[in-house]
């Protein structure tokens, strides 16, 4: 602990685990106070367990256990008015607002010209629109603020094209979008936006045997750890399957810290070459 993030307040969505908890764990350990926000439920079209209100308050428990303080939501990033009745009475609560992650999404599959209508609305409503809901009711505070960071995580599908995903990579790629023109916009607020780019992650989102079962087609059940992760080597430059989600709490770190002061309109991999592959 260094204190990287001392007297920083962070807002950081899909906290309840994953990269979003890695994110408000390691946050917190370098100063920083939390508002933490998640759906902790299912979503349509997804298949994926989903996290509980017991994964929110675990991380609640963990950036606590750092001498923080913590703010917990039960917010669906679709939810434009309750996103914003939460993030105002949070930093309220905990006196400004200085760092933005945006971290909450979803994944599923499909052929791009098989997807449902629902399927790839609903990965659009999450990991795009609601990329941007969580900007605009966050960016004003930190307007107010008179500097700040904004970190969007985004995918190296935000950077190439993947099979069998493209309402996922287009989401992503658009939020590269929105995150080069938010650095436009906010540029003169003394404001940096920033976007990360993970390659498969350790968490439940690809840990689990629908998303394990799409990498090995070859077997008629689904496979096991090693030999999903077998598969996922082949993704990497890197001899890797997945990075852990403290790796990328570490990216987003970086960038949120001064350290990256003049860092802006950046997309930063943590990928384990798998765009360069």
Known sequence: MTGRLAGKVALITG????IGRAEAVRFSAEGADVIALDVCGPVDTVVVPAATPADLEETARMVRANGRNIVTGIVDVRDPERLQEATDSAVAELGGLDIVCATAGITSRGMATELSEAAWQTMLDVNLTGVWRTCKVAVPHLIRRGSGSVVLVSSIAGLRGLVGVAHYTAAKHGVVGLMRSLAHDLAPYGIRANSVHPTN????????DAVAS?????????????????AARTMNMLDIPWVDPVDVANASLFLASDEARYITAATLPVDAGATQR
């Open 15 to 18: 906290a309840a685990r994953g």
């Open 214 to 230: 799409a990498f090995r087609p070859d077997l008629d059940r689904p496979p096991s750890r090693e030999e999903f992760a077998q």
């Open 201 to 208: 992650v350790d968490t439940p989102m690809i840990q689990n």
